[in-house]
């Protein structure tokens, strides 16, 4: 060992320093020694290659010993008998475990078991003693002027110096004061946010994650919101949401929930939502009264959107489990989110997350999709797609996803949905600029076509054919299909065919699109259907006949396309006939 170390362990000249005087001007130089002592002993373990188990638990206790120093050596007064005798005992275990690190590293011990045992006596010491300085920081003995945090370690650091930073903030939230501990812990908030490594570090030091579990029971809220931000930020890795659940933590977020803090209740919420993506835990959480407590959030007028969000989305992770769902529609969930839904003042991340859950109660279960209709839910969502009315997009896309999912299988839904506005309200839609609003547009008029005969003559009545017509020359091919598909539906009425003929550009556009597709395309397919179906209109087959595609609508039939076959046959009777005769013989 060199001088150095040995200079550092002059146990005599420490105890004189720390005994001859107590005076805070001696403690703080005891202090500062002690930590000279730790710091050299910990780098001399690093090169100690027997017993590395026991050596690395020492190390540990020493980090730890460490932390608690530095701490109380930020303190305004230190001048205390306790504290006194406390560093004397410290010296006394630091001389005996520079002992037994030059004993291990000369490898001049007399038995491996007495070594152990050796070993295991000093850690149990050294453990003592951040104990009792813990006690004698906790009980008020000593004063706190400012504290300094060890300086964070820069960007790939090593792990060492990055455990050392973690236990020396352990020691902080251990034995400090209610200030120091809120600046702990946001110094803890702020390195796990700014590198993952840190997370991993803290659930493997010993009573981490315990401390922050207990803190969230805390009265002062700093400590509390704190607390529960580090806790929903380690629980959004699946690897240690087990760790949070084993020190537990459901109980005392459920409590959180039912606090006055809403930031608190945020970051719990935010918690409890990535714990429940395993159903294992939504028993705990229902046992722990965690169902009604996010059910009053939920119908809380004064909370914000962004918890009620939060709160809608735990929910909805627990109504997988057949139980709890049925609960909620016992205490009126589907009420109160219909409320959130038709809430003018509500936020949108409500009135999105409450749509969300509705749709996963009622999916596969036809008893929740009639609650949900007869309660009104089908008036609220189509409400949401009023142009009058200020909604953002997504919410607007969940509405669309909503009615559909709720009246595909209702006989009375179309006409409710019809007193309601609804096929204005897709009209619009269907010329929005945005695109995913817009294709959701087509899909419902898409539904509805399949819906009823009733359906489809509405849809024509309310001029859905030409807006359809536009979308045959969209790039996106499921659109120009879905597209086709509608209107060959809706054109089977002959009411809607004839007002798609008499539309100058209809037919025409037809002939276009179909010049433009594909040879071996389904989209021609329908195109070849819709125009088959228009031939049995007399001035239809006149347009098409008169018009310049009607070549490659032969062209299509002598290579064999029926579809086309046939629409050559229609046009070749009766007073068409003298048109093609001898085309078509076959």
């Known amino acids: 060992m060199g001088e150095e170390s040995r200079s550092c362990l002059d146990t005599k000249q420490a105890e004189n320093s720390s005994g001859s005087s107590s005076s805070s001007a001696l403690e703080q130089r005891s202090i500062e020694h002690a930590i000279q002592v730790i710091s050299s002993l910990i780098s ?54 520079d002992d037994l690190a030059k004993s291990c590293l000369r490898l001049s011990f007399s038995g491996k078991l007495l070594m152990q045992s050796d070993l295991d006596i000093v850690c149990a010491r050294l453990s003592d003693y951040t104990k009792s300085l813990s006690d004698i920081y ?47 812990l946001i110094s803890f908030n702020e390195v796990i946010q700014e590198d993952d490594k840190y997370v991993k570090i803290a659930v493997e030091i010993e009573n981490f994650v315990g401390l922050l579990v207990n803190f969230l029971d805390s009265h002062e809220t700093e400590i509390q919101e704190e607390a529960a931000k580090a806790v929903s930020v380690i629980a959004g890795f699946q690897a240690y ?60 007028g004064d909370n914000s959107g962004e918890l009620v969000g939060l709160a809608c989305g735990v929910l909805k992770n627990l109504v997988g489990v057949e139980e709890i769902k049925k609960f909620m529609v016992e205490e009126g969930a589907i009420s109160v989110f219909i409320k959130l839904i038709r809430s003018r003042d509500g936020a949108a991340v409500s009135q999105i997350s409450s749509i969300d859950i509705l749709l996963t109660m009622a999916s596969g279960d036809e008893s929740i999709r ?42 009375n839904c179309f006409n409710i949905l019809l007193n309601y506005g609804f096929l204005d309200h897709i009209m619009y839609f269907l ?122 609508i032969e062209k299509l039939a002598e290579s064999d396309n029926s579809d086309a076959k046939r629409i050559v046959r229609r046009l070749s009777s009766n007073r068409f006939r003298n048109i093609f005769n001898g085309f078509w013989n076959s």
């Open 241 to 300: 949401r087990g760790v949070l659940v084993g020190a537990g933590i459901i109980a005392p977020l459920i409590r959180v929930l039912e606090s006055w803090s809403e930031s608190s209740k945020e970051f719990a919420a935010r918690c409890l939502q990535k714990l429940t993506e395993n159903s294992d835990n939504a028993w705990s959480i229902s046992a722990h009264g965690g169902v009604t407590a996010l059910m009053k959030i939920c119908n809380n």
């Open 370 to 411: 009639q609650i949900i209709v007869k309660e009104g839910g089908v008036r609220a969502l189509v409400r949401v797609l009023d142009p009058r009315l200020s909604f953002p997009s997504k919410a607007r896309e969940m509405a669309l996803k909503g009615i559909m999912s709720f009246c595909f299988s209702s006989v």
């Open 44 to 97: 001399i373990s690093h090169s100690i290659k027997v017993f590395a188990g026991k050596w690395q638990s020492i190390r540990d206790r020493l980090e730890e010993l460490l932390s608690s120093l530095t701490v109380i050596e930020n303190c305004d007064s230190i001048d205390n008998p306790s504290l006194v005798s406390t560093l004397k005992a410290i010296f006394h275990a630091l001389k005996d475990c």
């Open 431 to 552: 010329h929005d600029r945005e695109v995913s609003l817009q294709e959701l547009a087509l899909k419902a008029a898409f539904w509805l076509c399949g819906t009823s005969e009733e359906a489809k003559k509405a849809m024509g009545d309310a001029g859905f054919m030409p807006e359809l017509v536009q979308f045959l020359d969209s790039k996106s091919l499921e659109v120009c299909e879905m597209a086709s598909e509608t209107l060959y539906t809706m054109i089977l009425v002959p009411k809607n065919r004839k007002r798609f003929v008499q539309n100058e550009q209809n037919v025409g556009l037809l002939l276009q699109k179909l010049d433009r597709v594909e040879m071996n395309s389904g989209n021609r397919k329908l195109l070849l259907s819709i125009l088959m179906s228009l031939t049995s209109c007399n001035s239809a087959r006149k347009k098409i006949a008169n018009s310049g595609y009607l070549k490659k």
């Open 138 to 184: 906790t009980l008020g003995l000593l004063t706190q002027n400012y504290a300094i945090v060890l300086s964070r370690p820069n960007l790939g650091a090593s792990k060492d110096d990055m455990k050392l930073y973690v236990k020396d903030l352990l020691s902080r939230l251990k034995i400090g004061s209610a200030d120091m501990k809120v600046q702990a």
